[in-house]
């Protein structure tokens, strides 16, 4: 028997929302029939800019990628208003989260995060050896800064803050953030996890990027999954003070960015005007989403984010079975929550009228 480490073993594996093309060959769906609101994806493609930088990019990919990513550096500096070497590019956000988890871990050491919240912060964490401390969030499903700043102490390495949460979609202010990074010790890095930070209306909201600027255990992760429309591409960034990343990039894999990736990821930050009009309608959509939730009588948590926390009440086996019925995949959680992405006016009807179908027999479940 090989000798896979002990903690390792004890994983149980991502579960990512189960792909289109699986619910249609399992349930006998024709694959447009299907809606997908579980994994928090767009669900607009990319922007036609980057569908044609990336097509005339693909002539090209007998050659390694840029492994510094200078063009989309340079891009992304120019967009942020910052230098490119306070700008780090990954294979996806999640890449980034795990070579953070990587070079700050090892045994000994703990992660703070909150929970639940982005389940990459504990595959992560185990992975490179070291122990999670998950604090739970407030009764009101958001980060209780003071109990996860109570949980460090000097074992901790990293700490993890998902703003909007994932799967609440709730946020803390930035004034909180500012206040908590204060009283986190100097050695202790802040990962402030901005996955859903381009869909935030809240007023009290603002980037991390000029904390991650001034304090050097301060680091921002974004990515161009979500809004930018590019989950499959797999492009993620973060900003950082130039030493942090200049030392957390050498437990990056060499070439993790495709070059498609870096064309696909730079055409799209040019597409200011259209990106502003998705957040729009992804706005309304949430407003409209949350508005028929309430009027249901049903819990949910007010989302800043592409995405609503809510209550069914029943399994995760009976809920999901119940959607993907009528052609819908959900995210259940624990305790009778799921997670539903923002679609399209159309998909959102999808959802809506499912719902009306089967709430009553969740619930009672
Ligand atoms: C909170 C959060 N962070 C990071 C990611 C990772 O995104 P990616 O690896 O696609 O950049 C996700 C994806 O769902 C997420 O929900």
Same mark, same amino acid.
């Given at each position: 028997m090989i000798r896979i480490r002990k903690d390792v073993r004890s994983i149980t594996p991502y579960r990512p929302g189960r792909p289109i093309a699986e619910v249609a060959r399992e349930y006998g769906f024709d694959m447009s029939a299907i809606v997908k609101l579980?994994?928090?994806?767009?669900p607009l &493609? &990319? #922007? %036609? !800019?980057?569908?044609?930088?990336?097509? =005339?990019?693909?002539?090209? /990919?007998?050659?390694?990628?840029d492994n510094d990513c200078h063009d989309l550096r340079l891009a992304l500096a120019s967009h942020l208003g910052i230098e490119p070497d306070q700008t780090w590019v990954g294979g996806g956000s999640s890449e980034l989260l795990r070579v953070i988890a990587s070079a700050l871990g090892g045994e000994g050491t703990t992660a703070v995060y909150a929970w639940p919240s982005f389940v990459v912060y504990r595959l992560a964490t185990v992975v490179a050896g070291a122990t999670p401390r998950? #604090?739970?969030?407030?009764?009101?499903?958001?980060?209780?800064?003071?109990?996860? %700043? $109570?949980?460090i102490d000097d074992t901790t390495t990293v700490v993890y803050v998902c703003n909007p949460n994932n799967p609440t979609g709730s946020h803390v202010s930035s004034e909180e953030i500012a206040r908590f990074v204060d009283g986190v010790p100097e050695d202790v890095l802040v990962v402030v996890d901005e996955a859903y930070g381009e869909y935030v209306t809240a007023e009290d909201y603002h980037t991390a990027v000029s904390l991650a600027l001034s304090r050097s255990n301060v680091i921002v992760t974004r990515t161009f999954s979500k809004v930018y429309g590019l989950a499959a591409l797999r492009v993620g960034y973060a /900003? $950082?003070?130039?030493?942090? /990343?200049? =030392?957390?990039?050498?437990? !990056?894999?060499p070439f993790s960015v495709t070059s498609v990736g870096q064309v696909g990821a730079l055409a799209s930050l040019s597409a200011v005007d259209e990106i502003g009009r998705r957040v729009g309608e992804n706005a309304d959509e949430r407003s409209r989403m949350e508005a028929a939730f309430a009027d249901r009588g049903l819990e949910y948590v007010p989302s800043q984010a592409n995405f609503v926390y809510l209550r069914l009440g029943a399994s995760t086996a009976a809920t999901t079975e119940a959607f993907i019925r009528h052609g819908v995949i959900l995210r259940p959680f624990g305790e009778g929550w799921v997670r539903v992405s923002i679609g399209t006016h159309q998909e959102n009807d999808r959802f809506l009228a499912a719902l009306d179908a089967e709430r009553h027999r969740l619930a009672s479940n």
């Open positions: 579980a994994s928090n994806e767009s &493609p &990319p #922007v %036609r !800019q980057a569908m044609a930088a990336m097509a =005339e990019e693909l002539g090209a /990919i007998n050659r390694y990628p998950e #604090v739970p969030l407030t009764t009101d499903h958001v980060h209780d800064l003071d109990a996860m %700043r $109570a949980a /900003i $950082a003070q130039p030493e942090t /990343i200049t =030392e957390l990039r050498k437990a !990056q894999a």
